[in-house]
């Protein structure tokens, strides 16, 4: 590893002084109070310009993200995010208009979300949508604060409990809870799909909706999802569709079709926008039209071919985020769809459930595959029959990264003991598949001649195995000069 950028600093070593910038001291004195003031300077690195450039480009070449490698996420859909995005968000007329213009200088924006929307519409068959939710969950909070309105404005307040499936993606009980309501799991069956007989002991007058994946986090499709949308719906409640990742479904089905009321979509998943680490993000969420009236303000209405934001919505939610949404974001999804066409985005779910099904029939006679012998985007295996002969799924995810691979989400969806959650997109040649393929078999073999080897990866990156807990807890992000000093 190169040296940190404190431990090069030698003193009075400059880049570039900005000298317009500096406030002179007995004016500092003058503008800011006593307290803010600085007794001495600040400890930076003293270093030169070409120190500071290498020192970021350093860093830089540490994260991998889809345009260094493969990333076979499962359930976060790290697919090509093509470069025409970034050159239309780029252009001064969306990224340089503030929130706060008049909406007569903004109509081409106004323009774009209202298409958009209708697009969105289009391929979830809803009705409506609402471009203001910022991230899926967020997008999965305002659906659950639309349908706890339309209850309450239907006078059932009684109705306070939503069904998840075990198979769920944690943030559909989180956001439940964090909406104020209680939460029942519904089991799988023995196929991985929801078990219907116990969905119908499980609702009632108290029933206020069900939140569903389909396909579901195991990759597989809900066959049962009319049954399960109209015992949902006789018992009084409302279907929620996470459509987080909708790459299976692209021009082939539609969850207003199958019966579900509201939907979230994840822009930034399924529709291209670079993402990871919390964010930027995008999670429009789609209702039938009973429900428009409870969706967050503003929603873009056009009246004689102007556009407008509406806030005059007297049942709605509120806002869930400042303005509209994340517009960039918003901009980035349009033109990806109008690149794509109707056509080409049935294609990306034909090849993306191809590319998926391919690679499960080259790893399951070597890893186990608890549920299905197909799948839709992505599939679960499972490492137990590794971790038997001594290297656990953990250990797998780190020899990947010898290899220059991201790792597959593991340990996820939790019905699935060792499990490793693939999802290798429509964007990836066969070539990669088969290179990927190629090592997931060749771990295997090492764990067959020297599991150790393998429980000690990684052993070519920056640090090895962290400690996941301690560093999201109590991550350690500033040099500190204690045990260093120069
Ligand atoms: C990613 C994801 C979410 C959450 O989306 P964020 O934008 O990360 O908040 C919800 N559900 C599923 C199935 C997901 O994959």
Redesign the pocket.
Not at 135 to 140: M, P, R
Not at 168 to 172: C, E, L, M
């Given at each position: 590893m190169s040296k940190l950028i404190f431990e090069i600093s030698r003193k009075d070593r400059r880049a570039f002084e900005l000298l317009s910038t500096r406030i002179e001291q007995k004016k500092a004195e003058e503008l800011f109070p006593e307290r803010y003031l600085r007794k001495e300077p600040a400890r930076l690195p003293e270093v030169s310009e070409l120190d500071v450039v290498r020192h970021f480009t350093e860093l830089s070449t540490r994260n991998f993200g889809v345009d260094s490698g493969f990333y076979p996420l499962g359930?976060?859909?790290m697919k090509y995010n093509p470069k025409i995005n970034e050159k239309v968000a780029s252009y001064s007329g969306f990224a340089n208009i503030h929130p706060y213009q008049p909406e007569s200088t903004v109509q081409g924006a106004l323009r774009l979300m209202y298409e958009l929307s209708g697009s969105l519409a289009e391929i979830t068959g809803m009705d409506k949508i609402s471009l203001q939710p910022s991230?899926?969950?967020?997008?999965?909070m305002a659906g659950l604060m639309v349908i706890k309105k339309y209850h309450e404005k239907m006078g059932e307040y009684q109705r306070n409990k939503i069904i998840c499936p075990d198979s769920?993606?944690?943030?559909?009980p989180a956001s439940a809870a964090i909406s104020g309501f209680d939460i029942l799991q519904v089991k799988s069956n023995e196929r991985g799909m929801v078990d219907v007989d116990e969905l119908k002991r499980l609702v009632g007058s108290d029933t206020a909706g069900l939140m569903l994946?389909n396909p579901n986090?195991l990759g597989l499709f809900e066959e049962d999802i009319v049954e399960i949308a109209s015992i949902i719906h006789k018992a009084g409640g409302l279907l929620y569709y996470?459509g987080?990742?909708a790459n299976a479904i692209l021009g082939k089905s539609r969850p207003g079709d199958m019966g579900f009321d509201v939907v979230?979509l994840?822009l930034?998943?399924t529709f291209t926008t670079p993402?990871g680490g919390?964010g930027p993000?995008a999670?429009p969420i789609g209702v039938k039209e009973f429900l428009y009236p409870f969706v967050s303000v503003p929603v873009i209405e056009e009246k004689d071919g102007t556009y407008y934001l509406d806030y005059n919505r007297p049942d709605s939610i509120g806002k869930v985020k400042a303005f509209y949404g994340n517009f960039l974001i918003l901009v980035r999804a349009y033109a990806y769809i109008l690149s794509m066409g109707a056509e080409g985005l049935a294609d990306v779910s034909s090849n993306a459930v191809l590319n998926a099904n391919y690679m499960l029939s080259r790893l399951k006679d070597v890893y186990d595959v608890p549920f299905g012998e197909r799948c839709m985007h992505e599939f679960v295996i499972s490492g137990e029959k590794q971790k038997k002969m001594g290297a656990s799924t953990i250990s797998i995810a780190k020899r990947l990264l010898d290899y220059g691979y991201h790792p597959p989400t593991i340990y996820f969806p939790l019905v699935v003991k060792e499990a490793m959650m693939i999802e290798p997109t429509e964007a990836e040649s066969m070539e990669t598949l088969d290179e990927f393929i190629a090592v997931l078999r060749k771990i295997n073999d090492e764990i067959e001649d020297n599991p150790e080897e393998v429980n000690h990866s990684p052993h070519t990156t920056v640090v090895g195995r962290l400690d996941e807990v301690k560093a999201a807890r109590t991550p350690v992000v500033k040099y500190s000069f204690e045990n260093n000093d120069q």
């Open positions: 359930s976060c859909t991230a899926g969950a967020q997008g999965e769920a993606h944690g943030t559909n994946t986090t996470d987080a990742n979230h994840n930034h998943k993402h919390g993000g999670g």
